[in-house]
């Protein structure tokens, strides 16, 4: 089977989803998996742009840097690119569901619905919070990722 390739897709792309691909890859390296990741956002406001400072930070205190991430929209080819797409939340998944073009091959799922117990649930968008609500999306990407990464090792 080829190798595993992971996007991951919030609104913006500067908050949820860089967090979500920067824990997966640490995840990912520590365990040796052999595999991509990226993100992306369903909308077009950040395309080029840095993740937001509080992401910055929040990568930061786990001793990643993820400066040179930039904002990227999704795009059709991501639905043959990559094996695993994974929606920040349910708005996302029906963003994707719709732009789904014929012969999309990615699977398409919640991220959460990997992490037992958090089936349908989504990452609460920490864009309009405070620095405590980016930790918690870190905790909550960070165990999604280690889940993911336990379920492609198999
Ligand atoms: P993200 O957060 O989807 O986690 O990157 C957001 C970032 C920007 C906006 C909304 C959510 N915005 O409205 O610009």
Redesign the pocket.
Known sequence: MSQPALLFV??????????AEAAFRRRAAEAGLACTADSA?T?N??VGSP??PR?VAEAARHGIDITPYR?RQVAKADFTRFTHILA??TQ?LADLTRLTPPGATASLALLLDHVPGRYGQP?A????GEAEDFMR?WEEVDEAARALVTLLKR
């Open positions: 919030c609104l913006g792309n500067i908050c949820r989803s860089p967090l956002g909308g406001w950040h993740p937001d992401a904002g920040l939340d996302n990452v968008d920490p864009y309009w999306t």
